[in-house]
Every structure is written in structure tokens, then in C-alpha cells.
């Protein structure tokens, strides 16, 4: 009888062991190296199209306007036709086939271009109304915003938005607070800013949300890990906030922190950090995963990078697909 019991008993835990073991393989999230950029540069912008990412403008020797795509299927990169203009400082988004870049300036006009993905062309749109840099841009309902950054009047907290349609700007709803050098993402229906610095050029861990539907904006949880320079993509609906600059204990210093933003439950989780410290970088998710291009690392007064890395944030280990092992223990298949 106590064999018997025994043997239940040693079952029960192999079994617990095992779907824990299979649990915690599943939910373990990853990153890997890829192929690096033909260009090191920092300050440019990526975005995904029909399962490309576009990296676009920023700096390497100097402001560049180079265009080169990224396939995340064979891992390799290609030319394309340059923006008409060098671009650092400005903004980007993507809807359908086209992408939009707008141009960041203190003092002169903010180009807007439009640049077809089937037809590798690019075409002048109707410039920002308000000259400004360190701004950024979302798409939602087939229109985009463009959100904060700074003029020679200080930190903005203006909100402006352009219809492709009609190829015409209207002024938007202002945020909360005035924002630069932060992230700006659309997600579950809402747009989001979160992060950079303030009014005061001070950091801000600040989350903003808006409802387009009321109109109005709402303060969200705060970043567990406040930093400006930061890059951030969506993903399932969630926003990955990724590296970025925090103060140090004697200076700023650029981090692998990576954060994940759950929209619907307000909440925050942190998630495996990346291998590369960086700032002024860009990440853009394709697929089901979320790709990491360039900035500044650990010492931000060195040379741009061009190290690539993806993010797996649900690899799974096995297959619903597989067959369990024939006996595992006393468990017979």
C-alpha cells in the first residue's frame, strides 16, 4: 500500500514538474543578434511595411537621407530610393503602402513627404503648420498625429493632425503636459505618450492616454523606469518601451530596460533585457517579433551602431504539433 502511494505520489510531482517546466519554457522571452546595418547611424526612424522595415534618415558622419530595408525573412538589407531631403529629428509612420516623414526644424518650415513602398517614389505633401523637432508621429483611423517636441518657444505640448486624403493638417486636442524627445504609439484604439523630458527638460516617466472617441486625454501608470531617447513598438496591442537614456549616478547613461505596456489593464511588466545598451535608436515589430536598429551605446560620445537585434517575446519550445517523448518517467504515452 505505501508503495502504491509512493509511486502516486512521485507521479503527481513528475507531472506538476513537467507542465511548469513546459510553462516557463513557453512564456520565456529572448533576444538575438542579426545582420547588421550596411549604415551605423543614430536619430532615424524604422517602420514595417508588407513585412519589411524601412530605416530611414538619422546620423552617421553627418544627417543622412539614405533609405535601406530590412527583411526579417532572409535577414538581408537593400537600397532604396533616398528621401529627397537629410532628415535627424523628425518623425514617421506608415499607412497601408505609404509612409509619411516629417521633417523636424526649430527654425524653417517641417517638409512632410510621402514615399510609396510599390513604387519606390517620393512626393512632397503639405508641410507641419508648427516648425518644431524632436516631435513624434502615430497613425489612427487612416489620419496621423503628430504629438509635442520643441521650438524656439520651448517644449511644445501641440498635437496636429494630417489626413492623406485631403492632404490637409488640422489642429488637434493638446496634451496634458508639454513633451520632447519622448515615445508616441497607437494601440487597442488610443494613442499613447509616454516618457522623454518635460517642460523643464526634466526626465518624465509620464504616461498620457487618447481617446479619439471623447477627444479628451487622461494620465495612465507611469513608466516603472522613467528615460528620454527611447524607442518603443506595438505588438499584440501592447507597447514595448525599449533602452533609452536615465540619469546616473554621475551622468546619463543609456540602458537595456526593457518595459511592456498593457493598455487594456493599465499595467506594466518588465521583460529580458536587451544585450546592447542604447539611445537614439529605433525598434519596429514585424511579424511577431521586434527588431532593435542602431543608436549610441554604452558610451554615447562614440560612433553610431549597427547592431541589429530581435526580440522574441513568446518563443515556444514545443510544438502543440509534437508528440510527446514515448515514456517520460512512469508516464506512458
Known amino acids: 500500500m ?110 512632410l513627404y510621402e514615399y510609396d513602398a510599390l513604387t519606390d517614389i517620393w512626393t512632397k505633401k503639405a508641410d507641419l503648420p508648427t516648425a518644431r523637432r524632436d516631435h513624434e508621429a502615430c497613425s489612427l483611423d487612416e489620419k496621423i498625429y503628430v504629438i509635442g517636441g520643441s521650438s524656439n518657444a520651448g517644449v511644445l505640448k501641440i498635437v496636429e493632425i494630417y489626413d492623406p486624403r485631403t492632404d490637409k493638417w488640422i489642429k488637434g486636442k493638446d496634451m496634458l503636459s508639454p513633451k520632447t524627445q519622448m515615445a508616441v504609439e497607437s494601440a487597442n484604439g488610443k494613442i499613447y505618450t509616454m516618457g522623454g523630458l518635460d517642460g523643464n527638460l526634466l526626465l518624465s516617466g509620464i504616461v498620457e492616454e487618447f481617446d479619439p472617441n471623447t477627444g479628451l486625454w487622461r494620465e495612465r501608470v507611469s513608466i516603472p523606469r522613467p528615460r528620454y531617447n527611447l524607442a518603443t513598438c506595438v505588438l499584440e496591442d501592447r507597447v514595448y518601451v525599449i533602452g533609452g537614456m536615465v540619469q546616473g549616478k554621475k551622468d546619463w547613461e543609456n540602458v537595456g530596460t526593457v518595459e511592456e505596456y498593457n493598455p487594456s489593464q493599465n499595467r506594466w511588466s518588465l521583460k529580458a533585457t536587451m544585450p546592447t545598451p542604447r539611445s537614439k535608436h529605433s525598434a519596429c515589430s514585424a511579424g511577431t517579433n521586434i527588431y532593435v536598429f542602431g543608436g549610441v551605446g554604452e558610451n554615447w560620445e562614440q560612433d553610431p551602431l549597427s547592431t541589429v537585434e530581435k526580440y522574441n517575446p513568446w518563443p515556444s519550445a514545443i510544438s502543440p504539433k509534437d508528440d510527446l517523448p514515448a515514456t517520460w518517467g512512469n508516464i506512458k504515452k
Open 2 to 111: 505505501k508503495i502504491i502511494v509512493f509511486t502516486r505520489f512521485r507521479l503527481i510531482l513528475q507531472i506538476i514538474f513537467f507542465f511548469t517546466l513546459i510553462n516557463s519554457t513557453i512564456m520565456a522571452d529572448s533576444w538575438e543578434k542579426k545582420a547588421d546595418m550596411p549604415m551605423p547611424r543614430y536619430r532615424h526612424k524604422s517602420v514595417e511595411v508588407n513585412g519589411k522595415i524601412y530605416v530611414i534618415g538619422g546620423y552617421n558622419i553627418g544627417v543622412t537621407k539614405r533609405v535601406q530595408v530590412y527583411d526579417p525573412a532572409t535577414d538581408t538589407w537593400l537600397d532604396k530610393t533616398s528621401m529627397p531631403v537629410e532628415m535627424s529629428n523628425f518623425s514617421i509612420c506608415a499607412i497601408d503602402e505609404k509612409i509619411y516623414v516629417i521633417k523636424g526644424s526649430i527654425d524653417a518650415v517641417c517638409d
